[in-house]
């Protein structure tokens, strides 16, 4: 069982940024790739970006690539997705979870993770 815990979430100003923490812990369940979704109120979930732990390939969604990057520190069991250059609708509750690949179809990331967070939010306003 693996737990995932999201956290540096909060308030930003439009143009300004925040880094997102996802650290896993548990064992008895492997995974090969880290992603992050966020869901904003009345949305579908979108997948934002994701890191296949084996190359260390990643993958963005159209809407933030440029802006955000994804990163893991190994000794920590940690993934990053920091974000900059942030915009009104980058608000959402950031969720990040496991699985054994990153499943991109269509451009879009699939939601069909192992283990996933309770997420972290958030809120891009002036």
């Known amino acids: 069982q693996l737990q995932l815990v999201e956290s540096g979430g909060g308030l930003a100003q439009p143009g300004g940024s925040l880094t997102l923490s996802c650290e896993v812990s548990?064992?008895?369940?492997?995974?090969?790739?880290v992603a992050w979704f966020r869901q904003a109120p009345g949305k579908e979930r979108e997948g934002v970006s994701c890191?296949?732990?084996?190359?260390?390939?990643?993958w963005y969604a159209d809407s933030v690539k440029g802006r955000f990057t994804i990163a893991r520190d190994v000794a920590k069991n940690t993934t990053y997705l920091q974000m900059k250059n942030l915009k009104l609708e980058d608000t959402a509750v950031y969720y990040c979870?496991?699985?054994?690949?990153?499943?991109?179809?269509?451009?879009?990331?699939?939601?069909?993770?192992?283990?996933w967070g309770q997420g972290t939010q958030v809120t891009v306003s002036s």
């Open positions: 548990g064992f008895g369940v492997n995974y090969y790739a």
């Open positions: 979870a496991t699985d054994n690949f990153c499943r991109v179809a269509l451009r879009r990331l699939i939601w069909s993770p192992t283990s």
């Open positions: 890191l296949t732990l084996r190359d260390s390939s990643t």
